[in-house]
């Protein structure tokens, strides 16, 4: 049968020294011997452990930063979430810049997730899929920045032209014997060419360089 230190030890009035083989006094109770339980540190140590400032110890025109700046943290992150959530195997890793608050601690003020806008060469339909995924990431967040505003718009103009390559493909493949390559191509081609210019003319962009990130800017 076994028992444990603590109820022996309960038992016995006394205890035997071993160095020198005589009694000593009676056992202290064993919840005596255990290390006193540290209180939990306070707010305060725990900032200065961390290199920053509790809020206890900064003004108002601090605190009222400090609240604006945890604000646009959440808002960042959850802008740069929204666009890889969309993105899937498109969106890269979110990458941001910092501010150092008056706390000490870095939030975050900017964000950005790279995309891959680049056509599926030689396949006009997985291209089309591809930017619908692109557009649909870059205008998933709530409040859509310029940046993404410019990925979606490009991508809506690679989506367009890859219609018009599919509809052309299809006349070649549809068009009778001894049609000539010059032929007018088929009204579907037509159409989705007009609107491809029509978006072209909108956005601008044929000229600019073209976007390759979703951004978080304030």
Do not use: C, N, W
């Not at 989705?192 to 976007?211: I, Q």
């Amino acid at each position: 049968m076994t028992a444990s230190l603590a109820s022996i030890g309960a038992l016995l009035p006394y205890a035997v020294s071993s160095a020198s083989g005589q009694r000593s006094g009676a056992l202290s109770d064993p919840a005596d011997s255990r290390p006193a339980q540290a209180d939990p540190p306070s707010e305060a140590i725990k900032a200065r452990a961390r290199g920053t400032k509790s809020d206890a110890s900064l003004d108002d025109s601090d605190l009222a930063e400090l609240r604006d700046l945890k604000a646009r943290d959440r808002e960042v992150r959850a802008h740069e979430a929204a666009h890889q959530s969309a993105g899937g195997q498109h969106a890269g890793a979110a990458s941001f810049t910092y501010t150092r608050g008056p706390d000490g601690a870095q939030y975050a003020t900017e964000g950005e997730v790279p995309i891959d806008i680049a056509p599926v060469s030689g396949d006009p339909q997985a291209t089309i899929d591809k930017m619908r995924t692109v557009r649909a990431a870059a205008l998933a967040p709530a409040q859509p920045s310029s940046q993404d505003r410019q990925v979606a718009a490009q991508a809506m103009q690679i989506l367009l032209q890859a219609q018009v390559e599919r509809a052309q493909e299809g006349g070649r493949a549809t068009s009778p014997a001894g049609a000539e390559d010059g032929d007018s191509p088929a009204p579907a081609s037509r159409a989705a060419g007009a609107t491809y210019r029509r978006v072209e003319g909108l956005t601008g962009l044929e000229s600019d360089t073209p976007a390759t990130a979703f951004q978080a800017t304030a």
